[in-house]
DNA sequence: TTTTATTGTCTATTTTAGAGACAATAAATT
DNA sequence: AATTTATTGTCTCTAAAATAGACAATAAAA
């Protein structure tokens, strides 16, 4: 089987994906370790195929990692320096060539093609942390969440790459109501402030958090939930997809942010 | 002199521009006529050398079209359906093939390379419509500027792009006070609300778009204007590029739309 | 029964946006 | 020279929205 047929993909084109989760009060982001055979720290990408459309490739590539379909997925900028060759993939990779091409893996002009410049397509993912079991890829010895804060110094321009992305996150968290989709099925209010707080690292107020949420009008008010804890029992809510009805009257969106 | 050396570029990668310009009270794009001999409109276009970042080959394919250097140019969205094939040009191509290859200016492989499917980089760019000096592209019969809402039917997905490069100038136009890259250096109030009613179709209130344009802080007032009309004469203004004591104080951009 | 921690919501205040009004002025008209 | 016309610059008033402050309503612990 060969690992990177040139005529199969578009080359020098890639997709590399900031796939964003929400746990313990923490954003966090998915990342690879490669070791070929030093071992380095990539988001996770992928090709495009001749006859594939780029949303569809960025999704096949979500799914090989998470096992999830229907991510929300947003395309949020292209990376172009020249100076973006993956020398330590190249590296790698002329160490393996041997193996690789005896076990008929690799072909010299997959390996050509692989060390040239590459142009990179941004996507952004948001996910529900729990419903993800993190898939290695083939050159992978390991996929983990790490906080946004806290990431581990990526090849090439692969921590500017979650910089960008948190960026556009940000711009588009509520104008977009995006958010929803790093939460489960069901939450507090008190939850969603938290994740708000947590992708614009900053203290929202409290009580006007609330009332602008709920005015919003898209989230669906269920059941109490019983915590245990010494205090009145929060509402758990669920994310209300938009209606035929609240389509027809046109819906200001205001920012919380 | 060959017009497609295809290990010069990137194969399948191209850029596509959405030039907006702004002239008597019109938001206008600047769009190609290519006859291959059928006669088709492009927005202006190129490939991305090997060495070169695609931010640099975008302003490289508008200087070639508007003799520009230092144009406002921002990247919006990327292009990637596996249709995406210049059948026009495919066609055009092949009618001309005999000749070009007999004038070394094409050759086989190049060929090959050209009607293959296309990923395209879309960049929009603002410019001062006086400033420019529409140059005809290699294959261009003419260039002219053309209102945003009475643009030819243009190849692929050409229109489509136009009209994400709008929605998008859009959303920046007074967020990033992007819009004095459509004016020339000085100008009334009145002409900057003209500009702004052009593109976002519609109009604002006199009293409180001034007051709003000017609490903004980076409007210079120079001297009155007289125009010889029968009324008070207005005031020219500057765009007055941000200063580092106004830096220092974080400023709130307020939307106007 | 009282205390504690949080939740849900209300009101008051401040800030901003939008609507209306009007004097100032440059040139045309009388 | 006085009046009229068309616009400009700016003001105030009102409506709406954002922010801050307050407090009763729980659920469990003390």
Chains 1, 2 share one sequence.
């Not at 005529?7 to 900031?18: A, G, K, N, P, T």
């Not at 320096?81 to 041997?98: A, C, L, W």
């Not at 990431?151 to 929803?180: C, S, W, Y």
Request: aromatic residues 12%; hydrophobic residues 40%.
């Amino acid at each position: 089987m060969k690992l990177f047929n040139e005529e199969y993909f578009i080359r020098q084109l890639s997709i590399d994906c900031v796939i964003f989760g929400y746990q313990e009060l923490e954003l966090k982001v998915l990342v690879s370790r490669v070791a070929l055979p030093n071992s380095v720290w990539t988001l996770p990408g992928g090709f495009i195929r001749q006859e594939e459309s780029i949303d569809l490739a960025a999704q096949r590539i979500l799914e090989e990692r998470t096992g999830l379909t229907d991510i929300y997925l947003e395309q949020y900028r292209v990376f172009g320096e020249p100076s973006r060759i993956n020398h330590e993939i190249v590296e790698g990779f002329n160490n393996m060539k041997k193996e690789w091409l005896s076990k008929s893996m690799l072909d010299e002009s997959s390996f050509q093609w692989l060390s040239k410049r590459f142009v990179s397509i941004g996507y952004y993912a948001l996910v529900d942390i729990n419903k993800v079991s993190p898939r290695k890829g083939m050159l992978d010895t390991s996929v983990d969440w790490y906080n946004v804060k806290e990431l581990p110094t990526m090849i090439m321009d692969h921590n500017e790459m979650v910089d960008a992305a948190l960026e556009t996150l940000r711009q588009n968290l509520d104008q977009k109501l995006i958010g929803f989709n790093l939460l489960p099925e069901t939450f507090t209010m008190r939850e969603v402030q938290e994740l708000y707080e947590a992708v614009y690292d900053k203290p929202f107020a409290r009580n006007n958090f609330q009332k602008k949420m709920l005015d919003l009008n898209v989230l669906e008010r269920l059941e109490k939930k019983f915590t245990g804890a010494q205090n009145k029992a929060p509402y758990l809510y669920r994310f209300q997809k938009v209606t035929q009805q609240s389509m027809e009257e046109p819906q200001v969106i205001e920012n919380l942010s």
